[in-house]
């Protein structure tokens, strides 16, 4: 089966091919509706539109009917390539449309059935599909911080290969990239996999890869495509100018424009989400022999943009009106090979003047004087119950400048005292939840992601008690989350290439499939907009995505 494209416009250069009259949308560039023969319409199809020359991708999806439409705020007057995503489907080549500014442009697309390319194959599809164990399986997921388990599925190592592969990665920042590969200073490792599992894990690749064979020993299953809430969305993904660039967090600032940290460079970033341009500015280096990069980014009450500093220690905050940084670096008697500041919380600095800061090295907990740049260093906090060190990934403030600890090796949360230094834990009801990122809401209530536990956790400091959300689909196993405020809950991952929206009045969730491979750490709801609007950076896809959920949220049931 072809591809036939239909286009109606004022003036058009094209020879016109017969196609059915087309109802004009209102405000509406280019429409059309995906047919395929084993089908008929298509729901769940998404449709991306360039333009010749641009950066700057836009993405619907569609409906139950098979149409799509974008609007016309969206695509300007010009050429535009058209390409789909479609799980077991696929066009001929890439379609190129002329978008007029009188009247919308008609494109009616037939797709043909196609073997799953490697590329479209998510992380969680891949986990899914292969045999063996969940224990064993739930390695993988160690692996996306730095790149896709496609390339471990595709490649034909042995098993003795696999063990110098995990003593090398063990070796690398964990902002290397293919492009940066950066090493770590001394004797300072990161093991990718638990040393009591690495000879279990190591045969268990050889023998689901191309270890002297040409295909994979399973069948490769798909999720489904969207259907429903999950396919009223605008998409628009802006390509960064250099590849390299791996937008670790993305935020929005008073005056709407974007910013993005490096996570594998020496940088800060702003980009004016109108025309995608960028502007960088250079972080002062202070450690010449550590890595640069750098990871959490915030804007505090003053409209400041802060970032850490991993291994270039301590944090740095950028004035926008001087366009300068203050630099406020972890005492030098206290630094090693393995310091490194990677998450830290200025929420509420207001309340005291002081910043909370991790330290990774020990996970330690610091507080800092935003005023004098002196550091407080709290120490290790060790879990009641077990009397082990709790080993911290995120740390958030709340309304008060309490600070939640995510502990990441188990699962539960801690909570700190600003004023006594006091420790409070709590465990998650799943055990091994791994709690990783997250963010505190307008009611005080910690929202989190339990990464090992593929649900997210909400703890209500009123009652102490941890409510978990189980995604239903399989091996998403979430990154960061934050609450908007109509009292939704967005989600992202490194896994299934879709942002996830959680309706916990219901317990509904409602997955966007994005138009490619996609590496999300953290979620950013700017809530000025209605419906809000949510902004993410795609770390290892050097783009940065805005995601536009076309209907208001669901009114709770009675």
């Excluded at 692996?143 to 690398?172: K, N, P, W």
Aim: glycine residues 8%.
């Amino acid at each position: 089966m072809r591809v036939s494209v239909v286009l109606q416009m004022a003036t058009a250069s094209l020879a016109l091919l017969a196609a059915p009259a087309w109802p004009q949308s209102p405000g509406a560039a280019l429409v059309g509706k995906v047919v395929s023969q084993r089908e008929g319409a298509m729901e769940g199809v998404l449709v991306s539109a360039r333009k010749s020359g641009s950066t700057i991708t836009t993405t619907v999806v569609s409906d139950a009917k098979g149409e799509y439409s974008f609007p016309a705020s969206r695509l300007e007057p010009g050429r535009y390539t058209l390409t789909i995503r479609a799980a077991g489907f696929e066009l001929d080549s890439a379609l190129d449309v002329d978008v007029s500014q009188s009247r919308a442009t008609i494109a009616n697309l037939d797709v043909k059935p196609a073997q799953p390319r490697p590329d479209q194959i998510t992380n969680a599809e891949w986990i899914m599909s292969a045999p063996g164990p969940e224990e064993i399986k739930r390695v993988l997921l160690n692996c996306t911080d730095c790149h896709s388990v496609q390339r471990i599925f595709g490649s034909a190592h042995t098993e003795a290969d696999f063990l110098e592969v995990f003593e090398r990665m063990g070796g690398y920042y964990p902002g290397a990239s293919d492009m940066q590969p950066q090493r770590l200073v001394g004797a300072h490792r990161r093991p990718p996999v638990p040393a009591a599992l690495q000879q279990k894990f190591a045969e268990y690749l050889a023998g689901i890869n191309l270890n002297g064979r040409s295909a994979h020993p399973f069948d490769i299953k798909q999720l489904p495509r969207p259907q429903g809430r999950a396919t009223k969305v605008v998409i628009t993904e802006y390509d960064l100018p250099r590849r390299e660039i791996q937008p670790h967090d993305v935020v929005v600032d008073p005056q709407g424009m974007v910013w993005f940290s490096h996570f594998g460079e020496q940088f800060i970033s702003k980009m004016d989400p109108k025309t995608g341009k960028t502007t960088d500015y250079p972080i002062p280096v202070q450690k010449p022999d550590h890595p640069k990069g750098t990871l959490d980014l915030e804007v505090d009450q003053d409209g400041d943009i802060w970032v850490g500093l991993m291994y270039q220690t301590g944090l740095a905050r950028f004035d926008r009106e001087t366009e300068t940084f203050r630099m406020y670096p972890i005492p030098k008697e206290w630094q090693r090979d393995a310091t490194q500041q990677s998450h830290f919380s200025v929420t509420a600095s207001k309340i005291d003047g002081k910043a909370w800061v991790k330290n990774s090295d020990g996970s330690q907990i610091m507080r800092l004087d935003i005023a004098t740049g002196a550091y407080e260093n709290l120490g290790t906090f060790r879990n009641p119950k077990t009397d082990r060190p709790i080993a911290i990934y995120g740390i958030y403030a709340d309304q008060q400048n309490n600070c939640y600890i995510l502990e990441f090796a188990a699962g539960g949360i801690g909570k700190i005292d600003a004023k006594t230094g006091k420790l409070s834990f709590y465990p998650t009801p799943t055990p091994y939840a791994r709690a990783r990122r997250g963010r505190v809401d307008a009611q005080n209530r910690l929202w989190f992601a339990e990464f090992g536990g593929n649900a997210i956790g909400m703890f209500d400091p009123e009652t102490e008690q941890i409510t978990e959300y189980r995604n239903p689909q399989q091996w998403e196993a979430p990154y960061d989350v934050v609450a908007d405020r109509n009292g939704e809950v967005w989600e992202v991952n490194e896994t299934s290439d879709r942002i996830g929206r959680l309706d916990p009045r219901t317990g509904e969730f409602t997955n966007y499939l994005l138009p490619r491979y996609s590496n999300f750490r953290r979620a950013f709801v700017d809530d000025r907009s209605n419906p809000v609007t949510v902004w993410i950076g795609n770390n290892l896809g050097a783009s940065i995505v805005r995601i536009e959920p076309l209907d208001e949220p669901k009114a709770p049931p009675r």
